[in-house]
């Protein structure tokens, strides 16, 4: 993966969606929800949520600089009938 520096956007973040009935087959046609929480703080939906769907249960979102203006960021994206799913961004602060 590409590193991505603290306070820079980050274009097209991608991730996969599965449906919580079997933990496994991609969920499509979903509106997903992504929340950040950045440095421990309480989580907040993204600016551009819901994410955008690409294909077979991929998603995408552009998160913006301010949004990755932290150490560490926590994401989680939710959907209707899936799976949450839990990421952590760690921005290159070289």
Not at 10 to 15: D, G, R
Not at 33 to 45: H, I, P, Q, R, Y
Not at 54 to 67: F, H, K, P, R, V
Not at 70 to 80: D, H, L
């Amino acid at each position: 993966y590409p590193s991505v520096g603290k306070a820079q956007a980050l274009n097209t973040f991608s991730f996969t969606m599965v449906q919580s009935s079997d933990h496994v087959t991609p969920a499509t046609g979903k509106s997903v929800t992504v929340a950040l929480s950045k440095d421990g703080a309480a989580f907040a939906n993204a600016s551009n949520t819901p994410a955008t769907e690409i294909s077979n249960g991929y998603y995408q979102i552009t998160l913006t600089a301010a949004e990755l203006n932290a150490t560490n960021i926590a994401v989680k994206c939710t959907a209707g009938g899936c799976d949450q799913r839990n990421f952590s961004i760690l921005p290159d602060l070289s």
